[in-house]
């Protein structure tokens, strides 16, 4: 029986890259790894440092690609409810 679980990036999250570019994700949905199935989305943005630009857009999810189930590295902020 395929397992569902759900799946959310908290609001406010960003990550940095050392060039100072900003990446936001902000989403919610559900995924079956043994289904290979999922449902939801959610937007992003991306601020480019040195042209002082954001891109921004959206993002829908409809299949899983991979699971590896790890724990985050210290500061990660993805959870994923059994």
């Known amino acids: 029986m395929p397992c569902s679980r759900g799946l959310g990036f908290p609001v406010g999250k960003q990550a940095m890259a050392p060039n100072g570019d900003v990446v936001t994700i902000v ?5 079956s790894a043994d289904g290979k199935s999922a449902t939801g989305g959610g937007t992003f943005s991306h601020h480019v440092a040195a042209t002082d630009t954001t891109i921004t857009g959206s ?6 690609m991979s699971f590896n189930k790890q724990v985050p590295e210290s500061g990660a902020n993805i959870y994923i409810q059994e």
């Open 27 to 31: 989403g919610t949905g559900t995924f």
């Open 59 to 64: 993002f829908t999810a409809d299949s899983v």
